[in-house]
């Protein structure tokens, strides 16, 4: 059984830091790229970051270009996503999921349940 598990959100002030982690069981997690999604209130999942399964090649959505960064360690079947400079815009439900290395979340198949970021002073 494939299971995703995120970790790390919270409360922050503006121009704070967090750390998101993203832990993976039931799959061969070294033979996935891992994609970072986010969800506002009456929108969808929109893309955010993503790491291809060799933590090589990273990509970033414009809108985090610069403050937020990818890291993944296979031994340990985890992603850690940092997340700097936050602000009020990045509040959001964060998650991760197992797939292809595209920006597309339907090609991913495997998703997290969730974790909730808040920015606010």
């Known amino acids: 059984q494939v299971q995703l598990v995120e970790s790390g959100g919270g409360l922050v002030q503006p121009g704070g830091s967090l750390r998101l982690f993203c832990e993976a069981s039931g799959l061969n997690f070294e033979t996935y790229a891992i994609g970072w999604f986010r969800r506002t209130p009456g929108q969808d999942r929109r893309f955010v970051a993503r790491?291809?399964?060799?933590?090589?090649?990273?990509d970033y959505a414009d809108s985090v270009q610069g403050r937020f960064t990818l890291a993944r360690d296979n031994a340990k079947n985890t992603v850690y996503l940092q997340l700097n400079s936050l602000q009020p815009e990045d509040t959001a439900v964060h998650y991760c999921?197992?797939?292809?290395?595209?920006?597309?979340?339907?090609?991913?198949?495997?998703w997290g349940q969730g974790t909730q970021v808040t920015v606010s002073s």
């Open positions: 999921a197992a797939g292809p290395y595209t920006r597309t979340l339907t090609t991913y198949h495997h």
């Open positions: 790491i291809d399964w060799t933590g090589t090649k990273t």
